[in-house]
T-cell receptor
Framework: NAGVTQTPKFQVLKTGQSMTLQCAQD?????MYWYRQDPGMGLRLIYY???????DKGEVPNGYNVSRLNKREFSLRLESAAPSQTSVYFC?????????????FGSGTRLTVV | GESVGLHLPTLSVQEGDNSIINCAYS??????FIWYKQESGKGPQFIID?????DKRQGQRVTVLLNKTVKHLSLQIAATQPGDSAVYFC???????????FGTGTSLTVIP
């Protein structure tokens, strides 16, 4: 089925380790997003890419980097993981104008940093 | 930044009853709103949307009402079913950017 695919689904890291969360969409969407979801905080935007070749910071970008590899793929990297980055991470995509049915979300990556 | 809040963090309803989930927003410039449903262990899923030039929009068993005067959004679910148990988020978007701002969510539990 068409949609947004995230890998891995679960990950445990030690403080200071690095990792990359992968995201791919097959809906020919222009825009892609990374959110984190914490209890009682709702979804908070980390970074987004309005179109291939561009990336911009969201509300909580510190400690993260992103790469828009091509139109389909948008990765999120944690260079030196911290316990405060324990969260569920969601990738999403949308048409260039998100006021056309909003976002399509992936199923999430549950990350624990110990 | 934007402020999207929900009046009740949890809601329990009997199967077959109607459910109403409320949301307040603070940005009067927001012109597009979406309700998302998030089941346990899954990503949010689009339910229904509404633009600021409308007051009401109906889907299959769901209705969204928008009151721009008091900046209030509601989601009504008719004949609630056990499969409706989930967390529901409202999200708002303004024409100044392509970001959505999400509320913290309301957890709906349907009692069989």
């Amino acid at each position: 089925n068409a949609g947004v695919t995230q890998t891995p689904k679960f990950q445990v890291l030690k403080t200071g380790q690095s990792m990359t969360l992968q995201c791919a969409q097959d809906m020919n969407h222009n825009s892609m997003y990374w959110y984190r979801q914490d209890p009682g905080m709702g979804l908070r935007l980390i970074y987004y890419s309005a179109s291939e070749g561009t990336t911009d910071k969201g509300e909580v970008p510190n400690g993260y980097n992103v790469s828009r590899l091509n139109k389909r793929e948008f990765s999120l990297r944690l260079e030196s993981a911290a316990p405060s980055q324990t969260s569920v991470y969601f990738c999403a995509s949308s048409r260039l104008d998100p006021s056309l049915l909003g976002y399509t979300f992936g199923s999430g990556t549950r990350l624990t940093v110990v | 930044g934007e402020s999207v809040g929900l009046h009740l963090p949890t809601l329990s309803v009997q199967e077959g009853d109607n459910s109403i989930i409320n949301c307040a927003y603070s940005n009067s410039a927001s012109d597009y709103f979406i309700w998302y449903k998030q089941e346990s262990g899954k990503g949010p899923q689009f339910i229904i949307d509404i633009r600021s030039n409308m007051d009401k929009r109906q889907g299959q068993r769901v209705t969204v009402l928008l009151n721009k005067t008091v900046k209030h959004l509601s989601l009504q679910i008719a004949a609630t079913q056990p499969g409706d148990s989930a967390v529901y988020f409202c999200a708002e978007n303004s024409n100044t950017g392509n970001q959505f701002y999400f509320g913290t969510g309301t957890s709906l539990t349907v009692i069989p």
